[in-house]
């Protein structure tokens, strides 16, 4: 088998692979919404799945980024911290990528972290996301990224800052001795 059958073959095993998931977050949704006596169409059970080290949920197709905001949090913790030098770059790669995708909202970033709570349209704030994970793979692979669509655009944040701090949560502990 030549390379170019081993990439097909190897794309069509990853299709049929999203598409097996599919099908059982969907049996399992459906289960679900039965349970509870609800519409098969009621409850999506993938909405409350991780999505670290996976894809992030396509936004829903009946939503227009005019209309609707979508809000995300996230938190993840860096071990070992950022050096002062990584700490700086990290504060600005937020902030770059904040303005490029007209991300709003609050967060915190100290030497052992970022946590934030954001707002945009559903595509700009996965853009946002998928930007971390390709500027720190290795760190924001694994964030799991809750986000909610379909928010009121009175509820989005009308700017975005970002907090250099020392630490994520105040325990006012020192850095060796923070949780993780």
Known sequence: MDDKQKAATAKKARKEARRAIRRTLDAESASTAHELGLPPTAVEVSASKSNANRPLPAPPAH?????????CLFYQYKEPSWTVREHKAALNKVHELASQYTITGRGRCAPEGLNCTLTASANDIRAFCYAL????????QHTDFKLEDGVAPEKRFRTFTLRKVEELVGYALEGSKAPS
Request: proline share 6%.
């Open 133 to 140: 994970r390709s500027w720190n793979p290795t760190l924001f």
């Open 63 to 71: 939503l227009s980024s005019k209309d609707h905001t979508t809000i």
